[in-house]
Nanobody
Framework: QVQLVESGGGLVQPGASLRLSCTAS????????TAWFRQAPGKEREFVAG????????YYGDSVKGRFIISRDSGKTTVYLQMNSLKPEDTAVYSC???????????????????WGQGTQVTVSS
């Protein structure tokens, strides 16, 4: 099984950019659907972006479309989330997740993912 570790969070001003990384150990992410979720205080966990199991398709939550980009390295051990034009409402703990059994129609459902990182805080504030 894979272990996931996120990095790259921090405090930025509105309009700035950040890139988060999710690095897998104990194996590669080949064959896993991988995704980023976020959770702000008092709110439900929200799907941000994800890769299909074969890595051929990407999906985005409505609130981040056009601003965030998910990508991964050729070795399939690291997934990135490039976040541009950040807004205060993007403030949350961002977590990456992976799962072998995630089908495309459920890629935004956090309950489908078996493996999670510990999360990294992103704060957007002036």
């Amino acid at each position: 099984q894979v272990q996931l570790v996120e990095s790259g969070g921090g405090l930025v001003q509105p309009g700035a950019s950040l890139r988060l990384s999710c690095t897998a150990s104990g194996g590669t992410l080949s064959g896993y659907a991988t995704a980023w979720f976020r959770q702000a205080p008092g709110k439900e966990r929200e799907f941000v972006a994800g890769f299909s199991r074969n890595g051929g398709y990407t999906y985005y939550g409505d609130s981040v479309k056009g601003r965030f980009i998910i990508s991964r390295d050729s070795g399939k051990t690291t997934v990135y989330l490039q976040m541009n034009s950040l807004k205060p409402e993007d403030t949350a703990v961002y977590s990456c997740a992976a799962g072998r059994g995630v089908i495309t129609s459920s890629i935004g459902n956090h309950e489908q993912y078996a493996y999670w990182g510990q999360g990294t805080q992103v704060t957007v504030s002036s």
